[in-house]
């Protein structure tokens, strides 16, 4: 897999994350704990996207 491939791989996840955040929020009966779990989730795929891209740009 190319590392351009592997970046858009990577943020498609981190919408989705997005996206499943926004519909938990969104619920009376919210999971504190499942929430911030998956945005530490979003961090780290954030972090890693920005990594990469760093990488991409230096080769």
Known sequence: MS???HIQELE???QQLKQT???LMAH???D???IA???REKL???DEIARL???LGAA
């Open 21 to 23: 955040i926004a519909e």
């Open 28 to 30: 009376p009966s919210v």
């Open 12 to 14: 498609a996840k981190r």
């Open 44 to 46: 780290h795929i954030k």
């Open 53 to 55: 891209k760093k990488e």
């Open 3 to 5: 590392l351009e491939a």
């Open 32 to 34: 504190d704990i499942e």
């Open 37 to 39: 779990r998956l945005k």
